[in-house]
């Protein structure tokens, strides 16, 4: 074993030990699982055989509780295609976009290779009668280029809307309210305009030459049991105004902030009368944002920086010191971290040259913990300090609650981002660079994606996926449809009694490992 192997393994156990010392000290930690190191259970062909049948089954059996009556809905969108010409139904070519991202396959090509063979089509025939023949992936990207495909993104909203009729995530909200962290990240980058609605930006070091890039607002719901779930997508763009515009330095571009407010719009419209938390960053901590999350009923826990608003940390310091007999402060665990809380309520911020005020309230923890040194092995104690906004005033009671288990759910927005990242859903492949097709692909690659975490949370599948891993349980699902020959007739028969959709409530289920 090489030297830094040595140190890892080494820094690994002191690490265990300093949290079994800690946890006898009455530091409780979040509960950790790790996949398991074994061999096969499985002893004959049989077995095998038995095994993949029955986990394929129940993950067809969540698919079936969501696709029908989406793609039903997708069939009623205007196809722009000549209806003498047409070979392929829409519900055909929603369904083969979806599956692209439901098998986490990385490009076209490779959804050819992948989707078109006989036993896929054998297999999905028993869900799906009427299906004859898988179209190839050409003919759905110029689908996608000349149909409207935000359609396809109002369809998916549909879905979310009947899955919250038929309560579905009620005991998955935090106070009965859905949380929804909002934050922006960039999808794409190229060397060549082929859309003048692309962002672009100059190159450093290059002379004035620019690079472009497709960059999206992204809101997803976050629920008590660590699911995420996309909700909606507001991309930025440039007005098509910029091919007329000679003098580019002249053309302010969209930015995250003038779509957040057009997102909020279109929020406030899908669902007017849902009771919303928003988690957002600091880019966020301004009053026309909180004034707007006011006026559509939507409380808030928006990150606040140091330097920012400078006139509230002010305010914020002196009502602080004037706390001398602490009451306003909190000391509690969580997590294994020594927390100190401080918070000042009914603030007042001024902003548009002060024509305009909020009353708001802030919030400050500050963190103390253990670690082990990754470069000496020793024991360090380590700092953090948080600030937040709140739109509700803080007290002892509900501190807890709206700093630690819904402020800070905001960081499961940006795991998620990393996940459709780096995690199989190629979020960072255009697949197209016609504008509205590399939108419609988008939309779809979300309808999957919930396809695949209603899945990974159901009630009947979380102990195979806590046995397997999260991308392992997606492999064999692929693997098991394209390539292996099921018993079609099982399958045929969920259709007649699929059951119910039934999600995990257990908080923490899975880690950073497992998910991996």
């Known amino acids: 074993m090489s030297e830094a192997n040595l140190k890892r393994h080494e820094r690994r156990r002191k690490q265990r030990e300093l949290r079994e010392h800690l946890k006898r000290l009455g530091m409780l930690y979040p509960r950790t699982s790790t996949l398991p190191n074994r061999k096969s259970g499985h002893k004959t062909t049989e077995e095998e055989q038995e095994a993949v049948q029955a986990a394929t089954e129940e993950k067809l059996k969540v698919a079936y509780q969501l696709l029908p009556g989406l793609l039903k809905k997708l069939s009623r969108v205007p ?151 996309p909700l909606m997508s507001e991309f930025l763009e440039n007005s098509e105004e910029l091919a007329t515009v000679e003098d580019y330095e002249k053309w302010k571009q969209d930015c995250e902030l003038k779509a957040f407010h057009r997102l909020a719009k279109r929020l406030k419209q899908a669902f007017p009368k849902l009771s919303l938390t928003l988690l957002l960053d600091g880019l966020y901590a301004n009053g026309p944002v909180m004034d707007a999350c006011r006026k559509n009923k939507w409380e808030f826990m928006i990150v606040l920086k140091d330097k920012s608003l400078p006139s509230v940390w002010e305010e914020v310091d002196g009502l602080m010191r004037l706390d001398t007999r602490g009451e306003y402060q909190l000391k509690r665990m969580w997590q294994g971290r020594r927390q100190i809380f401080r918070w000042a309520n009914g603030i007042e911020y001024d902003y548009v040259n002060r024509r305009k005020s909020l009353i708001i309230h802030v919030v400050l923890c500050e963190e103390t913990f253990e670690e082990i040194d990754a470069k000496t092995g020793c024991v360090v104690t380590k700092t ?133």
């Open 384 to 516: 953090s300090r948080h600030a937040w906004i709140s739109s509700n005033p803080m007290d002892r009671k509900n501190i807890h609650e709206r700093c630690n288990l819904i402020g800070r759910k905001r960081w499961l927005q940006e795991n998620n981002i990393l996940k459709e990242k780096h995690q199989g859903y190629s979020y960072e492949h255009i697949f197209s660079h016609n504008w509205n097709a590399m939108k419609g692909y988008h939309y779809l690659m979300h309808i999957a994606r919930v396809i695949n975490e209603m899945a990974l949370h159901s009630v009947s599948l979380i102990e195979h996926v806590k046995e397997v891993g999260i991308q392992s349980f997606i492999k064999k699902f692929y693997i098991a449809m394209v390539y292996t020959k099921l018993d079609t007739e099982r399958i045929r028969r969920l259709t007649e009694s699929p059951g119910q959709l039934r999600l995990v409530q257990e908080e923490n289920w899975k880690t950073s490992k497992l998910a991996a």
């Open 79 to 229: 196809d722009p295609r000549d209806p003498k010409k047409i070979k392929h139904q829409m519900a055909v070519m929603m369904l083969y976009g979806i599956l692209l991202f439901m098998f986490q396959l990385t490009s076209r090509r490779k959804g050819n290779e992948e989707l078109t063979g006989p036993q896929l089509l054998e297999n999905l025939r028993s869900l799906f009668p009427d299906l004859e023949e898988m179209p190839h992936q050409d003919t759905l990207c110029r689908l996608l280029e000349e149909m409207d495909v935000d359609q396809i993104e109002d369809c998916y909203l549909d879905l979310l809307r009947h899955l919250i009729r038929r309560k579905k995530f009620r005991h998955l909200l935090r106070n009965k309210r859905y949380l929804v962290a909002i934050d922006g990240t960039q999808k794409y980058v190229m060397k060549e305009c082929w859309d003048k609605r692309y962002l672009y930006r100059k190159i450093q070091g290059k002379d004035g030459e620019r690079e472009y890039y497709a960059y999206v607002l992204e809101a997803v719901l976050v629920f008590t049991n660590g699911m995420v779930l």
